[in-house]
T-cell receptor
Framework: NAGVTQTPKFRILKIGQSMTLQCTQD?????MYWYRQDPGMGLKLIYY???????DKGEVPNGYNVSRSTTEDFPLRLELAAPSQTSVYFC?????????????FGNGTRLTVT | QKEVEQDPGPLSVPEGAIVSLNCTYS??????FMWYRQYSRKGPELLMY????GNKEDGRFTAQVDKSSKYISLFIRDSQPSDSATYLC?????????FGTGTRLQVFP
């Protein structure tokens, strides 16, 4: 079982460049999420989706965009990369959006913007 | 004041020790309490989940919730080097989920 797969694992971007972080899950989960993890700051929710075609902002959405055209895929787009977006990005999925449905995380994309 | 506070560590203990990891919180509406374990260069994975106050045991792990004190703990008995990881507490009310910053644990042989 692959679970949640994220690509790429690492990326270095120059300021102003754009990129898409890919995320796919094979558990047929309706709910998918993007988090960023910074030292001393914990996991912060960027965007989430409750199903194909439906997305919503999380706690820190500025500078990011998402789309959800299929149940499996939930890409995160950075349009104009800034040093403040240097972070580790985690995609996650769950069966439902409540405490009884644990989050299943991918192994992250480590992004550096210089 | 952060909604969830967690000591970042690192906490370094010898193999076989009892480990206590803790979080405090300020939002009395939190009802569900979780512990996630995160190995280096990996994503977090759910370790334990409890609802409301009380204890829950799973093998060498015990999760404890004290809602009156707004304090949760994770105890690890007979700690092993394979327990070396970052432990994140998480709390939720309905669909709002808040993570602690994580405590890094190192268990040395």
């Amino acid at each position: 079982n692959a679970g949640v797969t994220q690509t790429p694992k690492f990326r270095i971007l120059k300021i102003g460049q754009s990129m898409t972080l890919q995320c796919t899950q094979d558990m047929n989960h309706n709910y998918m999420y993007w988090y960023r993890q910074d030292p001393g700051m914990g996991l912060k929710l960027i965007y989430y989706s409750v199903g194909a075609g439906i997305t919503d902002k999380g706690e820190v959405p500025n500078g990011y965009n998402v789309s959800r055209s299929t149940t499996e895929d939930f890409p995160l787009r950075l349009e104009l990369a800034a040093p403040s977006q240097t972070s580790v990005y985690f995609c996650a999925s769950s069966y439902a959006r409540d405490a009884n449905s644990p989050l299943h995380f991918g192994n992250g994309t480590r992004l550096t913007v210089t | 004041q952060k909604e969830v506070e967690q000591d970042p560590g690192p906490l370094s203990v010898p193999e076989g020790a009892i480990v206590s990891l803790n979080c405090t919180y300020s939002n009395s509406a939190f009802q569900y309490f979780m512990w996630y374990r995160q190995y280096s260069r990996k994503g977090p994975e759910l370790l334990m989940y409890t609802y409301s106050s009380g204890n829950k045991e799973d093998g060498r792990f015990t999760a404890q919730v004290d809602k009156s004190s707004k304090y949760i703990s994770l105890f690890i008995r007979d700690s092993q080097p394979s327990d070396s990881a970052t432990y994140l507490c998480a709390m939720s009310q309905t669909d709002k989920l808040i993570f602690g910053t994580g405590t890094r644990l190192q268990v040395f042989p």
